[in-house]
């Protein structure tokens, strides 16, 4: 056999090969970007785990259930505190319905529950003042408004079938 016999094996494996290495760089793409999206998801639920049990301290929860009950009624400085409080309410809430609208496959009732934490927080009178407020001021993005007054004007989603009675 001669050298230019071998040209068509040769041809044939090195097609091979890069078919090999593309659908293996392309299996490792996917893990990746699977591995960053639940990293992604880890933060997010421990910034929310953070934020709610930031009312753990019972001085700071008397803060906000004041603050929900009348937030006209708190000084100054408790206004800034709840308002900052329920602002970091707002962020994480739309940072969970934006990850969760980009993923592949979407966490099913991950929506309706972030609308109802975003409609606890905001019902409350003190809440809606604070809503109010905040909203004429112009604080945040014009989506993240349309968002949530979506959210209020639909009120409380089901997310879990009627329990058995």
Same mark, same amino acid.
């Given at each position: +056999?001669?050298?230019?016999?071998?040209?068509?094996?040769?041809?044939?494996?090195?097609? +091979?090969?890069?078919?090999?290495?593309?659908?293996?760089?392309? !299996?490792?793409? %996917?893990?990746?970007?699977?591995?960053?999206?639940?990293?992604?998801?880890?933060?997010?639920?421990?910034?929310?785990?953070?934020?709610?049990?930031?009312?753990?301290?019972?001085?700071?929860?008397?803060?906000?259930?004041? @603050?929900?009950?009348? !937030?006209?009624?708190?000084?100054?400085?408790? &206004?800034?505190?709840? @308002?900052?409080?329920?602002?970091? @309410?707002?962020?994480? !809430?739309?940072?969970?319905?934006? $990850?969760?609208?980009?993923?592949?496959?979407?966490?099913?009732?991950?929506?309706?529950?972030?609308?109802? +934490?975003? $409609?606890?927080?905001?019902?409350?009178?003190?809440?809606?003042?604070?809503?109010?407020?905040? %909203?004429?001021?112009? &604080?945040? +993005?014009?989506?993240? !408004?349309?968002?949530?007054?979506?959210?209020? &004007?639909?009120? %409380? &989603?089901?997310?879990?079938?009627?329990?058995?009675?």
């Amino acid at each position: +056999m001669t050298l230019s016999e071998f040209t068509p094996i040769a041809d044939l494996l090195a097609a +091979m090969a890069v078919i090999l290495t593309v659908a293996f760089l392309a !299996y490792e793409i %996917r893990a990746s970007r699977k591995q960053a999206e639940l990293s992604n998801w880890r933060e997010l639920l421990q910034t929310l785990v953070d934020f709610k049990s930031s009312t753990n301290d019972l001085v700071f929860a008397d803060l906000v259930e004041r @603050g929900h009950q009348d !937030y006209a009624a708190l000084t100054p400085a408790e &206004r800034r505190a709840f @308002g900052l409080h329920l602002e970091q @309410g707002v962020h994480i !809430y739309g940072n969970f319905l934006k $990850h969760n609208n980009d993923l592949p496959k979407k966490l099913v009732g991950l929506d309706d529950a972030c609308a109802n +934490m975003f $409609h606890d927080l905001l019902t409350t009178p003190g809440g809606a003042q604070w809503w109010a407020e905040t %909203r004429s001021a112009g &604080r945040f +993005m014009p989506a993240t !408004y349309a968002v949530i007054d979506e959210i209020l &004007r639909k009120g %409380r &989603r089901p997310t879990a079938p009627p329990l058995p009675g």
